[in-house]
């Protein structure tokens, strides 16, 4: 491995001194805000672009998107690009994936679509396989540090992703692409562009498609059905509209994150099982337990670990152009999501009366009494019904380009847990959970909620000012920014479960959290072809939702105790007079960073090179943890940390033939505070000793290097990427090496044939050596493991070992063949 990792560094760190000469020698460019050249024209093939932001900043073109994968998602595009950690859980992108950019999470990044949001408005997660088909992407941006200033963000602490579609074509025609795979794996997708109508003014296309593939190991496949659809107006005059709509319907199979103790007690491949649970024979009289009579299958059963979900997204960009100097841009969006996931077999126990919420839960299998637990398909909903609209002023007066704007963002979302019946052949009879009709009922005839039932309305605003001026001939461009960013919450608990629980009360959470936020951007041109840059940028994420979860208080003390009376939970203090049930206040404020960037850039016909420094002054992070003040689990905030480091990227077109792309990032990220709370084994509350420490999940260093070779009709690339070792745990007593892994792709334009314009062949090869690696399964930047193994607190207590962080595994070598053409 250490030989592997060498070569490759060498390879990188040669690409960066490749030509040295040319940073001073060639004075030859084109330089815009970004220059996008054509086809094999640009240094590093469509994976890095002239770039003259005044931060650290990196994108991906159609020119290498449309050499990826069939169904490529924006977290597989930008890969290579310095700074990013990407893990897929197959190479196809349909099971979705994860990211990590300078140590900070997909949730705690902002990923736009044409401009309109797209992170949940409640705990900012994203499924990256929903969006745009990657035959209909022309870019993909990403800003490592300082957010955009008029990005509709209120989540991103760590900057933003966004993903540009591709206008309809000018000519009636369209396009289709089969694909075929490994695992069965399989694309459909075909666009038609109806060219220009309306006197020239209007143009519009529509694609669908259809995709699925098997896991590469267990049970279980991955199917998706998308449409994309886009009409652009142009008013004349710099004026135009453009109306997008994308549906997406998905059906997942989890893949089973497993321990080191069970990957070396099971083998790498362990997963769930294909047994279904099965019905005990009901008999009246008899406490009977489906729960232990299928104890071996309960969380094993890959038929019930599943995430289907549906969403559609309507957006609308307006642009008028009012005079030579003035412009109005004015883009609404509506957003509609509904899906389930996780475990979906459950148990509940039949059991009736006023000591127990809503009076408890009858007869369920039929056998005349309440004595049994009977196992069904339950699972945790979300409904999501969003919209907004963002606006923004521009105005150029003398050399100052000024900016103002507004956005508004409205969102009502439904988390809820409900069950219904499964037959003996363990089928649901709705697997949608859809059909509310089907849901089991409480005594008082309300629908039973396992775990949560949670209703949530979420205000979000921002509203911003810019200026970007010149200064020193032009040579020197300054931009000043402010932002103030604010977001309501009004979180609605309705009790759920049976028995007395933190959630097994009615209540209600307003929050409001407001920040003002600043960015200074400097970038000064060298030369024609040279520049350095400097940032400076506050970036605030919100809370999640989950902060306002579970927080009735239901432990005894001296003068406080619970207990269910008439099906509702009830407090007394210690005279026995009843009390209003303590709720929990959460303690959580937004988290906030403080970016820096100081870099460099060249801009050549040849080579184009990036590199920057980073410092990041990370506050107030939030975790889900122990609260030693509520004795609850929840989330708050539990101390600064500090990252910083390197990130190189350059583009090498060494002839015509021959062009080379690689990025190298090095990155050291600490926690400064011990303010990570836990339990100790007595029982009593400490903190763990955790300043100093690693961030989890971060990578030391990141390298990539990607070759592609043209010569008329045929390409080829190859390309390989190292992910450095990580630290698992909070304490760091854990961590998982390091590792390379190596793709290779050809493909070959043939000449026009029939109603084929360009018919083309790809293949490729994810994984050539089938390595084998791991990759940590949170999805979020506040679900850390702790600690691994048993360790003492600040305060010398003895801490239990906490669970052992958990892991995906990396698939091995896979291969797509696909056949496309426009028409």
């Known amino acids: 491995m250490k030989l592997k990792v060498k070569k490759l560094a060498l390879l990188v760190s040669s690409l960066f001194l490749a030509d040295a000469t040319l940073a001073v020698a060639q004075e030859t460019s084109d330089l815009g805000q970004i220059t996008v050249q054509g086809q094999n024209q640009a240094p590093g093939a469509g994976l890095i672009q002239q770039d003259d932001a005044p931060k650290a900043r990196s994108s991906v073109t159609r020119e290498a998107i449309e050499k990826m994968g069939s169904t490529s998602t924006a977290f597989q595009m930008i890969q290579n690009l310095p700074g990013v950690s990407t893990f897929d859980q197959d190479g196809t992108g349909l099971f979705g994936g994860t990211l ?90 075909v666009r038609i562009d109806t060219g220009k109508f309306a006197d020239g003014r209007a143009k519009f296309f529509i694609s669908m498609s259809k995709a699925s593939a098997d896991k590469f190991k267990g049970s279980g496949s991955a199917r998706r059905e998308h449409v994309d659809s886009k009409l652009v107006f142009d008013f004349g005059g710099g004026s135009y509209s453009k109306l997008a709509f994308l549906w997406n319907r998905m059906d997942n ?73 003035a412009s109005l841009d004015f883009n609404p969006y509506y957003i509609y999501g509904y899906g389930t996931g996780g475990n979906q077999l459950i148990s509940v126990s039949e059991a009736r009366g006023a000591g127990l919420l809503h009076g408890g839960i009858g007869d369920i299998n039929g056998d005349g009494d309440t004595l049994d637990t009977i196992l069904g398909y339950g699972s945790n909903i979300s409904q999501t019904d969003r919209w907004g609209v963002t606006t923004k002023v521009n105005y150029q007066l003398a050399n100052h380009n000024l900016s103002a704007g507004l956005w508004f963002d409205s969102g009502t979302s439904k988390q809820y847990s409900p069950f219904v019946s499964i037959d003996r052949n363990g089928n649901s009879s709705d697997y949608w959970l859809r059909n509310t009709s089907g849901y089991l009922k409480y005594a008082d005839g309300t629908p039973y909620n396992a775990a949560r039932n949670w209703k949530t309305k979420v205000d979000a605003h921002t509203i911003f000012l810019q200026d970007s001026f010149t200064m020193m001939n032009d040579r020197l461009n300054v931009q000043l920014g402010v932002k103030r960013q604010e977001v309501k919450r009004n979180f609605n608990n309705i009790a759920s479960g049976v028995t007395a629980n933190g959630n097994g009360a009615d209540y209600t959470v307003d929050q409001t959290f407001t920040n003002t936020l600043g960015n200074l951007g400097l970038r000064l041109q060298l030369t024609e072809t040279q520049s350095a840059f400097f940032n400076a940028g506050q970036n605030a994420r919100a809370p999640e939702n989950n902060a306002n979860t579970g927080l009735a208080q239901t432990a005894a003390s001296s003068n406080y105790t619970t207990s269910i009376v008439n099906g509702v939970l009830v407090a007394r203090n210690a005279a026995g007079a009843v009390i209003p049930v303590r709720i929990g206040s959460p303690r959580v404020s937004a988290e906030k960073s403080n970016n820096f960037d100081l870099g460099y850039r060249y801009a050549g016909s040849q080579l184009t090179f990036s590199g920057s420094l980073f410092y990041v002054d990370f506050r107030d992070r939030i975790a889900s943890q122990y609260d030693p003040a509520s004795n609850l689990t929840t989330q708050f905030n539990v101390g600064k940390s500090r990252t910083f480091g390197l990130e190189l990227e350059a583009g090498y077109k060494m002839n015509g033939n021959w062009n080379l792309y690689g990025s190298l990032t090095r990155t050291d990220s600490s926690m400064l505070d011990d303010k990570v709370a836990v339990r100790a084994a007595n029982g009593t509350a400490t903190t763990l000793s955790t300043s100093g420490k690693k961030m989890p999940d971060t990578p030391d260093w990141l390298g990539s290097l990607a070759l592609q070779y043209n010569s008329g009709p045929f390409y080829a690339t190859a390309q390989g990427r190292y992910v450095g070792r990580r630290y698992t745990t909070l304490v760091n007593d854990d961590a998982v090496g390091g590792y390379t892994l190596f793709d290779l792709g050809a493909g070959y334009r043939f000449n026009k044939a029939m109603f084929m314009q360009n018919p083309t062949i790809r293949f490729q090869l994810f994984n050539l050596f089938s390595r084998k690696y791991l990759s940590m399964n949170g999805p979020s930047g506040s679900s850390f493991t702790t600690n691994a193994n048993a360790t003492t607190g600040t305060n010398g207590a003895a801490i239990a070992a906490a669970s052992a962080p958990v892991f995906y595994t990396g698939a091995p070598r896979t291969f797509q063949v696909s056949f496309s053409s426009d028409f």
């Open 100 to 189: 990590r950019v300078r140590g900070y999470n997909a949730n705690q990044m902002g990923l736009t679509l044409d401009g309109a949001p797209l992170n949940d408005s409640l705990n900012y997660s994203i499924s990256i396989q929903e969006f745009a088909d990657p035959e209909n992407t022309c870019d993909v941006f990403l800003t490592q540090g300082s957010g955009d200033m008029e990005a509709p963000h209120v989540g991103a602490s760590g900057g933003n992703l966004g993903i540009n579609t591709c206008d309809p074509r000018d000519t009636l025609g369209g396009k289709f692409n089969f694909a075929v795979g490994a695992n069965n794996y399989n694309k459909q997708f």
């Open 253 to 325: 199979a989890n893949y089973r994150a497993a321990s080191k103790a069970d990957l070396a007690r099971f083998g790498y491949n362990y997963e769930y099982g294909t047994t279904p649970p099965r019905h005990l024979t009901p008999v009246a009289g008899t406490a009977q337990n489906e729960a232990t009579a299928n104890a071996a299958i309960l969380n094993n059963f890959q038929g019930f670990n599943n995430n289907p979900f549906e969403n559609y997204q309507v957006s609308m960009i307006n642009h008028w152009q009012l005079s030579p100097k």
